[in-house]
T-cell receptor
Framework: ETGVTQTPRHLVMGMTNKKSLKCEQH?????MYWYKQSAKKPLELMFV???????ENNSVPSRFSPECPNSSHLFLHLHTLQPEDSALYLC????????????FGPGTRLTVL | QKEVEQDPGPLSVPEGAIVSLNCTYS??????FMWYRQYSRKGPELLMY????GNKEDGRFTAQVDKSSKYISLFIRDSQPSDSATYLC?????????????FGKGTRLHILP
């Protein structure tokens, strides 16, 4: 595997379900990010982890819970989501939080019923 | 007024034409400007970045920044069908822990063979 991988690529869940999105980076970077991409809206930064410490939490509802167990892995735990949370969730990594080295994964397309 | 404005398109041009993609912004403190390309069902990939005003060229791509007008452009020469994608502009004041990258909504580009 190379670059940034995300699983699953597609997820359909009910509002009462609990699920997790997984991201893995194979680039040796020390920062990882979760973004939300909704139709007709700009990319929204949700969380930033640098050296496994959370450095940014962009007023994201508590039904989204990130976890970064090491510099290569990032999770987004989901529970009691709303239909408006349906979107493409993108993971990215970079070196030293530089935007010029930021690589994105292919995303997880989430549908909340 | 939104921080970054970008026409969503779609923009359709014949193969071989010069493509011009643009963004305007309101925050005069932005200094770092980036263009991302996003193919369908993929994450964004960084195409080019520039600092402050001026031009930067990379192959068929040229990025221009006019800070006095708060206007940035991406030109694609000799456009190819493989250039068909969504192009996102992004900008920030300073790269790093305390700064956010603000994205435009993206412009969908179709190059017609």
């Amino acid at each position: 595997e190379t670059g940034v991988t995300q699983t699953p690529r597609h997820l359909v869940m009910g509002m009462t379900n609990k699920k997790s999105l997984k991201c893995e980076q194979h680039l040796g970077h020390n920062a990882m990010y979760w973004y939300k991409q909704s139709a007709k809206k700009p990319l929204e930064l949700m969380f930033v982890y640098s050296l496994e410490e959370r450095v940014e939490n962009n007023s994201v509802p508590s039904r989204f819970s990130p976890e970064c167990p090491n510099s290569s892995h990032l999770f987004l735990h989901l529970h009691t989501l709303q239909p408006e949370d349906s979107a493409l969730y993108l993971c990215a990594s970079s070196q030293d939080q530089s935007p010029y080295t930021q690589y994105f994964g292919p995303g997880t397309r989430l549908t909340v019923l | 007024q939104k921080e970054v404005e970008q026409d969503p398109g779609p923009l359709s041009v014949p193969e071989g034409a010069i493509v011009s993609l643009n963004c305007t912004y309101s925050n005069s403190a932005f200094q770092y400007f980036m263009w991302y390309r996003q193919y369908s069902r993929k994450g964004p990939e960084l195409l080019m970045y520039t600092y402050s005003s001026g031009n930067k060229e990379d192959g068929r791509f040229t990025a221009q920044v006019d800070k006095s007008s708060k206007y940035i452009s991406l030109f694609i020469r000799d456009s190819q069908p493989s250039d068909s994608a969504t192009y996102l502009c992004a900008m920030s004041e300073e790269p790093g822990a305390d700064d956010k990258i603000i994205f435009g909504k993206g412009t969908r580009l179709h190059i017609l063979p």
